[in-house]
């Protein structure tokens, strides 16, 4: 695909190179039907401006069990670069979200869901009560945001700086991270 982009400027070209990506809106009452999703439309638009292909977006029910199953299906068959889910993060009974990654996930990346949750206690108190996680299975990022729209962007923009560069280095991009002498 690289050597295909580097012989010309053609727009399919551009497009191989491009980070596919996947949004999970997990949401009972948006799966039902009953409310209409603006946190998954709000990622979309922040990740369309970074760069990314949305390759799939789709709203599921707070089920720890189809939830994996989409992120294994997301990962292991369609082979996306970066998985986000919206929603299904807090201490409620009903929120399985970071269990469901957690079951997928081979690592996890913690300073990314620290990083989230510091900008977020920033704005509001109740940032505590994140179990957002993010991870790695294979070579995709799997991250989890709130649902909330405002929630799901400020936290999406908290990580965002070092999000590239988090891709490459889980697909084996083999150079250093910063220079060591500084």
């Known amino acids: 695909e690289r050597a295909l982009s580097e012989r010309g400027n053609s727009a399919f070209c551009w497009f191989l190179d491009m980070r596919r990506a996947a949004i999970l809106t997990i949401s009972d009452r948006g799966f039902r ?9 709000a990622v979309q638009e922040i990740l369309d401006k970074a760069g990314f292909f949305m390759a799939h977006q789709e709203v599921l029910p707070d089920n720890q ?20 889910s919206t929603g299904g993060t807090g ?3 009903q929120d399985v979200t970071p269990d469901a990654t957690l079951a997928v996930i081979d690592r996890q990346v ?3 869901a620290e990083a989230m949750r510091t900008a977020s206690l920033l704005k509001t108190p109740h940032a505590m009560l994140s179990r957002a996680v993010a991870g790695i299975r294979g070579q995709t ?8 729209v405002k929630g799901a962007q400020e936290n999406l923009e908290a990580i965002l700086p070092g999000l590239h560069h988090a891709l490459e280095k889980i697909q084996g991009d083999p150079s ?3 220079d060591l002498s500084e």
């Open 91 to 93: 201490v409620s009974p």
């Open 65 to 84: 069990h189809l939830i994996e199953q989409r992120l294994r299906y997301l990962t292991d068959e369609l082979g996306l670069d970066l998985v986000v």
């Open 141 to 148: 990022l799997i991250i989890n945001l709130p649902g909330s």
């Open 176 to 178: 250093e991270c910063g």
């Open 110 to 112: 913690p300073g990314m």
């Open 33 to 41: 039907g009953e409310r209409q999703d603006g946190s998954g439309p």
